[in-house]
């Protein structure tokens, strides 16, 4: 598996200076937008959970709908969008986390997941990790079981990781 990995890596685009000067950014749209390259990413993010029953995958808006939606396909699961404020019809819950300066939040529909039901979060990046621990919050609010979180790149010096303790089972297949 270790050369598939290394082809997905290779197919990751780095951006200089976006979205602001300084910044490295990691597009995956070029990995992505290639049927063989975006087969191993899902089938390597399913694999790893391959031993736990998940009955939902929440997806992180935006980027986690795009490995969300397949992977609850391919693992007979639903799908749940976790997204931005004001973005869901029906009545919500929602957890507050810290950004660089001030503060976001994140929101599941109330009655998304029932009590012990297994989830699985995904999403593309893990980075300082505040985005995945309001998620990881959010699902143990409704009193679902939290089997864990899967990303495609981890920024391992930002040590996101490190908020994640308590999330079950943290993946990522590509670690910068």
Do not use: W
């Amino acid at each position: 598996m270790l050369a598939t990995i290394e082809n997905v890596k290779n197919k990751i685009r780095d951006v200089q200076d976006f979205p602001k000067k300084g910044i490295l950014f990691r597009d995956i749209t070029t990995a992505i937008k290639d049927p063989e390259t975006l087969r191993v990413i899902i089938d390597y993010l399913c694999d790893q959970f391959k031993d736990v029953k998940i009955d939902y995958i929440a997806g992180i808006e935006s980027r986690g709908f795009i490995f969300g939606m397949p992977m609850a396909y391919k693992l007979n699961a639903g799908f749940v969008p976790v997204r931005k404020p004001n973005k869901l019809p029906a009545e919500t819950i929602s957890q507050e986390y810290q950004l660089e300066y001030g503060t976001d939040k994140i929101e599941i529909h109330k009655d998304a997941f029932g009590e012990g039901d297994n989830v699985l979060i995904v999403d593309d990046l893990l980075a300082t990790g505040g985005t995945a621990e309001a998620a990881c919050k959010l699902v143990k609010k409704t009193g679902a079981n939290l089997v864990g979180i899967g990303f495609l790149i981890e920024l391992e010096d930002l040590k996101g990781r490190d908020k994640l303790k308590d999330c079950g089972r943290v993946v990522s297949m590509l670690k910068y």
